[in-house]
């Protein structure tokens, strides 16, 4: 497959729980970015990464984490997850001239 | 840290033009870009702007002037399936979104 791919497409996670939001893209895109979307908050950065083994904190990197052990993959974990945390999240890659987006995860915190 | 600002909602009529202007405050400076968003499904590029000006293509254009922290995304004809939230978006070595330009299209 050309593009990135996020897995699961939705979830309902207990409070509480650990969980880890998969992305992949095979364009060897240097940049990846986590964000999350909530109604009327627009798209908001929690974690960044412009190369593999390196990453950033976003805007909103509270209970949230990640890695970037190879270019592929950046997963970002919800290390234990509370009501506030439902949202859709979208993961991306960049050239840095166009940024290409995961059809996202839809997940609810129960 | 970013400021990313731009109207929360505007509406047209098919066949009109509407520009959607976006302001911004970064610490850096290596782009902007504009995204549609239809809702329930992810963003789709529409253009990128490095350098101050015009960027033509097609329906859309985007317009760039870094020295005032500005840019719009000008939508020509309008169809009604133009109808989508516009983001604005500035790259100053991290990828930063304003909330969003909501756009209905009326008939």
Redesign the interface.
Known sequence: IAGITQAPTSQILAAGRRMTLRCTQDMRHNAMYWYRQDLGLGLRLIHYSNTAGTTGKGEVPDGYSVSRANTDDFPLTLASAVPSQTSVYFCASSTGTEAFFGQGTRLTVV | GQNIDQPTEMTATEGAIVQINCTYQTSGF??L?WYQQHAGE????LS?N?LDGLEEKGRFSSFLSRSKGYSYLLLKELQMKDSASY?C?V?D????????TTVTVRA
Not at chain 2, 42 to 45: E, H, K, L, M, V
Not at chain 2, 93 to 100: D, E, H, P, T, V
């Open positions: 290596n782009g870009f992810a963003p789709t590029f990128y490095v983001l978006a790259n070595y991290k990828l930063s979104f304003g909330a969003g």
